[in-house]
């Protein structure tokens, strides 16, 4: 594609003849850094039309630029900027001042500094990426999200496409989540019930905002999913995290002074322990003697490829006191950010407001764009498509992990794309992970998902989402070696 058109401009003070100003103006982009070698004019016909001048005057300035080696003329292509071309000048950046403002007292809440988990933004160049919940291009559908994504920008959808919702949701895909997508986990709701979030963080972060005061005592599991901690300090109430067994969080220790329960009962993050059914009908009872509400999140059920998955919290729930969290953004990509919210009318009706305070909705493209992936069967087809992938996977991961004598503290009855691993005493998995990184081999750390001043050192999390099964055994074995090293 051509640099666009509009991007060029004639500057009204500008000296000398048209064609000396067309010259100097283009010349200027490119010393600028703004237009960068192998990049196409518009052509002369298109560029005249843009300025007002004949196409002979831009003919003329871009055959002196061509003559400057600014320019170079592919025959009937058009005009590109010459790699010859003057390189534009590197500029160091400003040196740090001190501004006259006092940050430590300006800043009224302070949000920095939690304990949220980070990632290598290029983690795909490692060979051994055992990381947690990013796309495989190998597994994704390109093709028909692509096709989706134009079916969004057609003429029939432009309403969808540029329309403020306000507080309101794309009634496509509501009609969907509600008559597919929450059935598949015993689950029915009406178009009201249900809010549209951007992805399941945010949709945590506005139950946290709509549940909680200062006053209130929220219960959250231990370890667990770092940014909900992070969430919950943001609302400053009591937090008291209970330590989860191999069934998941036990209702038993939860103390009686609790107003909202946030668990993981299908996949607990990150030990992926499911939790039995008898004792989901027991935090249900828990929960109603206490009067408080349950935050379900429901992360990655779709990846039950073992067996199927078990019915969801609130489908058990006959009160309305569990308040159901789903995302696309696991299953499809995490750059989705699309989730939503299930729970009562009066609940919904104020997350929908604090949700359109904050960011209005969720864009109407994306929305629509999902909807038809969803709707199309495109969503199924890819869900069966990595469930198997991940089987395989799986399987190497298992056999490869009892090879080399590593040892697994949790793994998911049901599937998933993980295991919780457990390193000997005295092992800092902080310290492991950099040494591991210097041989391309990418595992997360696992105390940042304790809570708490004394946290284990020794656990982590490796996942198979992101790495092909024949990578695995090599890459558990770099593991393996650099375990009976460590100091």
Same mark, same amino acid.
């Given at each position: 594609m051509a640099l666009p058109v509009e991007t060029f401009f004639l500057h009204p003070e500008a000296q000398g003849t048209l064609q000396q100003q067309i010259q100097q103006m283009i010349a200027q982009g490119i010393l600028s850094g703004r237009f960068r070698q192998k990049e196409k004019l518009p052509s002369t016909r298109k560029l005249a039309a843009h300025l007002g001048v004949s196409r002979i005057t831009v003919t003329i300035a871009y055959t002196e630029l061509?003559?400057?080696?600014?320019? /170079?003329?592919?025959?009937?292509? %058009?005009?590109? /900027?010459?790699?010859?071309?003057?390189?534009?000048?590197?500029?160091?950046?400003? #040196?740090?001042?001190?501004?006259? /403002?006092?940050?430590?007292? #300006?800043?009224? $809440?302070? *949000?920095?500094?939690?304990? #949220?988990?980070?990632?290598?933004?290029?983690?795909?160049?490692?060979?051994?990426? *055992?990381?947690? %919940? $990013?796309?495989?291009?190998? &597994?994704?559908?390109?093709?028909?999200?692509? &096709?989706? #994504?134009?079916?969004?920008?057609?003429?029939?959808? *432009?309403?969808?496409?540029?329309?403020?919702?306000?507080?309101?949701?794309?009634?496509?895909? !509501? @009609?969907? !989540?509600?008559?597919?997508?929450?059935?598949?986990? %015993?689950?029915?709701?009406?178009? @009201?019930? !249900?809010?549209?979030?951007? %992805?399941?963080?945010?949709?945590?972060?506005?139950?946290? $905002?709509v549940l909680l005061t200062q006053r209130r005592r929220a219960v959250l599991e231990d370890p667990c999913y770092p940014a909900l901690r992070d969430i919950l300090s943001h609302t400053r109430c009591h937090v008291t995290p209970v330590r989860v067994d191999h069934e998941g969080l036990p209702p038993a220790v939860i103390p009686a002074s609790t107003d909202v329960i946030f668990s993981t009962p299908s996949h607990q993050c990150p030990t992926t322990a499911t939790m039995p059914i008898d004792r989901r009908r027991a935090l249900l009872d828990r929960a109603r003697e206490m009067d408080a509400l349950i935050v379900e999140d429901d992360y990655e059920f779709e990846m039950s490829f073992l067996k199927p998955p078990s019915p969801a919290l609130k489908s058990l729930d006959t009160d309305g006191r569990v308040i159901y969290v789903g995302s696309f953004s696991k299953s499809l990509f995490p750059g989705l950010r699309l989730g939503y919210l299930v729970g009562s009318e009066p609940f919904i009706r104020e997350a929908r407001a604090l949700r359109a305070a904050v960011l209005r909705h969720a864009p109407g493209h994306i929305q629509r764009t999902a909807s038809y992936f969803l709707s199309l069967g495109h969503y199924d087809a890819l869900i069966r498509r990595t469930g198997n992938a991940l089987h395989e996977r799986r399987i190497v991961m298992e056999k490869a992990i009892a090879d080399h004598g590593l040892t697994i503290a949790g793994r998911g009855a049901y599937g998933g794309s993980s295991f919780w691993m457990r390193a000997p005493e005295g092992v800092n998995t902080d310290d492991f992970a950099r040494r591991l990184q210097a041989r391309s081999v990418l595992i997360e750390p696992g105390h940042g998902f304790f809570a708490g001043r004394t946290r284990p050192a020794n656990f982590y999390r490796l996942a198979y989402s992101s790495i092909p099964a024949g990578r695995i055994a090599d890459g558990v074995r770099l593991i393996a070696e650099e375990l009976q090293s460590a100091p």
């Amino acid at each position: 594609m051509a640099l666009p058109v509009e991007t060029f401009f004639l500057h009204p003070e500008a000296q000398g003849t048209l064609q000396q100003q067309i010259q100097q103006m283009i010349a200027q982009g490119i010393l600028s850094g703004r237009f960068r070698q192998k990049e196409k004019l518009p052509s002369t016909r298109k560029l005249a039309a843009h300025l007002g001048v004949s196409r002979i005057t831009v003919t003329i300035a871009y055959t002196e630029l061509q003559a400057n080696d600014y320019l /170079v003329s592919r025959g009937r292509s %058009g005009y590109y /900027v010459s790699e010859n071309a003057p390189a534009p000048p590197e500029f160091a950046l400003p #040196a740090r001042r001190l501004d006259a /403002v006092d940050w430590s007292r #300006a800043i009224g $809440q302070r *949000f920095a500094g939690g304990a #949220a988990l980070t990632k290598p933004q290029d983690w795909n160049r490692y060979r051994y990426p *055992f990381i947690y %919940g $990013q796309a495989d291009a190998s &597994l994704f559908d390109h093709a028909n999200w692509r &096709l989706c #994504a134009l079916q969004a920008l057609g003429q029939r959808d *432009f309403t969808a496409l540029t329309t403020d919702y306000g507080d309101q949701d794309d009634a496509q895909l !509501i @009609e969907f !989540i509600a008559r597919h997508t929450l059935p598949r986990r %015993g689950i029915t709701a009406r178009p @009201e019930q !249900i809010l549209i979030t951007m %992805g399941a963080q945010n949709a945590l972060w506005l139950t946290a $905002q709509v549940l909680l005061t200062q006053r209130r005592r929220a219960v959250l599991e231990d370890p667990c999913y770092p940014a909900l901690r992070d969430i919950l300090s943001h609302t400053r109430c009591h937090v008291t995290p209970v330590r989860v067994d191999h069934e998941g969080l036990p209702p038993a220790v939860i103390p009686a002074s609790t107003d909202v329960i946030f668990s993981t009962p299908s996949h607990q993050c990150p030990t992926t322990a499911t939790m039995p059914i008898d004792r989901r009908r027991a935090l249900l009872d828990r929960a109603r003697e206490m009067d408080a509400l349950i935050v379900e999140d429901d992360y990655e059920f779709e990846m039950s490829f073992l067996k199927p998955p078990s019915p969801a919290l609130k489908s058990l729930d006959t009160d309305g006191r569990v308040i159901y969290v789903g995302s696309f953004s696991k299953s499809l990509f995490p750059g989705l950010r699309l989730g939503y919210l299930v729970g009562s009318e009066p609940f919904i009706r104020e997350a929908r407001a604090l949700r359109a305070a904050v960011l209005r909705h969720a864009p109407g493209h994306i929305q629509r764009t999902a909807s038809y992936f969803l709707s199309l069967g495109h969503y199924d087809a890819l869900i069966r498509r990595t469930g198997n992938a991940l089987h395989e996977r799986r399987i190497v991961m298992e056999k490869a992990i009892a090879d080399h004598g590593l040892t697994i503290a949790g793994r998911g009855a049901y599937g998933g794309s993980s295991f919780w691993m457990r390193a000997p005493e005295g092992v800092n998995t902080d310290d492991f992970a950099r040494r591991l990184q210097a041989r391309s081999v990418l595992i997360e750390p696992g105390h940042g998902f304790f809570a708490g001043r004394t946290r284990p050192a020794n656990f982590y999390r490796l996942a198979y989402s992101s790495i092909p099964a024949g990578r695995i055994a090599d890459g558990v074995r770099l593991i393996a070696e650099e375990l009976q090293s460590a100091p």
